[in-house]
């Protein structure tokens, strides 16, 4: 009986190069998956166990006068099914916006309105005075930690510490497989980094965190959010009227802050609550 064990990436792909390696066709096989394996970042292998069937002739059977013997019908092969990928969580749906607030086609608007009296914070993503501080050593401890990610994922990825500013410690990541981890709009960027950033609380617990850029998406980045926020800050003066933008993570509410902070005649603030906590652009007072 010919026998051979295939690996490769995909079902299809292992059956392919089993039938090639036996000589025969796919249909021919009789296909066994002996282990499946599914990577960060959509890698997965599959490994099968696949044998030749060989077409027995068939006996011939004597059968009652006016009766057909009806052979029973060969067993299916059953191959092991992937398992099912967990659905994504739904986003919030978001609320109505207040009265007297403009919302840019841009932006969306905040979870939970709030009065600018009450609950507003003025500059509340600009880093307070009692922050931590990211030292080198900081710096060695998220290159080692993502190093040891990329090496568990089989990602070719190169990460480089470079800056250490206020709490924040800024890695690049660079290589052939970078690109699996900025996704669409920087999607999977900004999870790869929350998820560090969890990691290095329970690890270290100094408060210090880091800043992931990928494939230089976030300086592009950044002049998108600076363009942006001109554009509606323009808006708003001309209105006499608040703008509230999509929710943001704080690095990116802070790059916000930052655009606006010399333009006269608005200024800016932050509502909400995480993840929700959007900035809000406004007429100066």
Same mark, same amino acid.
């Given at each position: 009986?010919?026998?051979?064990?295939?690996?490769?990436?995909?079902?299809?792909?292992?059956?392919?190069?089993?039938?090639?390696?036996?000589?025969?066709?796919?249909?021919?096989?009789?296909?066994?998956?002996?282990?499946?394996?599914?990577?960060? $970042?959509?890698?997965?292998?599959?490994?099968?166990?696949?044998?030749?069937?060989? /077409?027995?002739?068939?006996?011939?059977?004597?059968?009652?006068?006016?009766?057909?013997?009806?052979?029973?019908?060969?067993?299916?092969?059953?191959?092991?099914?992937?398992?099912?990928?967990?659905?994504?969580?739904?986003?919030?749906?978001?609320?109505?916006?207040?009265?007297?607030?403009? !919302?840019? /086609?841009?932006?969306?608007?905040?979870?939970?309105?709030?009065?600018?009296? /009450?609950?507003?914070?003025?500059?509340?993503?600009?880093?307070?005075?009692?922050?931590?501080?990211?030292?080198?050593?900081?710096?060695?401890?998220?290159?080692?930690?993502?190093?040891?990610?990329?090496?568990?994922?089989?990602?070719?990825?190169?990460?480089?510490?470079?800056?250490?500013?206020?709490?924040?410690?800024?890695?690049?990541?660079?290589?052939?497989?970078?690109?699996?981890?900025?996704?669409?709009?920087?999607?999977?960027?900004?999870?790869?980094?929350?998820?560090?950033?969890?990691?290095?609380?329970?690890?270290?617990?100094?408060?210090?965190?880091?800043?992931?850029?990928?494939?230089?998406?976030?300086?592009?980045?950044?002049?998108?959010?600076?363009?942006?926020? !001109?554009?509606?800050?323009?808006?708003?003066?001309?209105?006499?009227?608040?703008?509230?933008?999509?929710?943001?993570? /704080? $690095?990116?509410?802070?790059?916000?802050?930052?655009?606006?902070?010399?333009?006269?005649?608005?200024?800016?603030?932050?509502?909400?609550?995480?993840?929700?906590?959007?900035?809000?652009?406004?007429?100066?007072?």
């Amino acid at each position: 009986m010919q026998v051979t064990e295939v690996t490769a990436k995909s079902l299809d792909e292992a059956k392919a190069q089993a039938a090639k390696q036996l000589g025969v066709s796919v249909d021919q096989l009789n296909v066994q998956v002996l282990e499946e394996t599914k990577g960060l $970042f959509g890698k997965s292998n599959v490994r099968i166990r696949a044998e030749v069937v060989e /077409a027995a002739p068939a006996k011939p059977a004597r059968a009652p006068r006016g009766k057909a013997k009806a052979e029973p019908a060969p067993e299916p092969v059953v191959e092991a099914a992937p398992e099912p990928e967990p659905e994504p969580e739904k986003p919030a749906k978001p609320a109505r916006t207040p009265r007297g607030r403009s !919302k840019p /086609a841009e932006a969306e608007a905040p979870a939970k309105p709030a009065a600018k009296a /009450a609950k507003a914070e003025p500059k509340a993503d600009a880093p307070a005075g009692n922050e931590p501080v990211a030292t080198a050593e900081d710096a060695d401890h998220f290159v080692t930690l993502l190093n040891d990610l990329m090496d568990r994922a089989e990602l070719d990825v190169n990460v480089q510490s470079t800056e250490v500013a206020g709490k924040y410690v800024n890695v690049r990541l660079d290589g052939k497989d970078a690109g699996y981890l900025v996704g669409k709009h920087g999607e999977v960027l900004n999870s790869l980094q929350y998820l560090i950033n969890i990691v290095a609380t329970q690890q270290w617990g100094n408060g210090v965190r880091t800043v992931l850029d990928g494939n230089d998406f976030r300086a592009r980045r950044e002049q998108q959010l600076t363009d942006l926020a !001109k554009k509606i800050a323009e808006a708003v003066l001309e209105r006499g009227e608040e703008a509230v933008l999509d929710a943001l993570p /704080a $690095f990116e509410r802070r790059l916000v802050h930052k655009a606006l902070s010399e333009m006269p005649g608005v200024s800016t603030y932050s509502e909400g609550e995480e993840p929700n906590r959007r900035v809000v652009i406004a007429p100066a007072d």
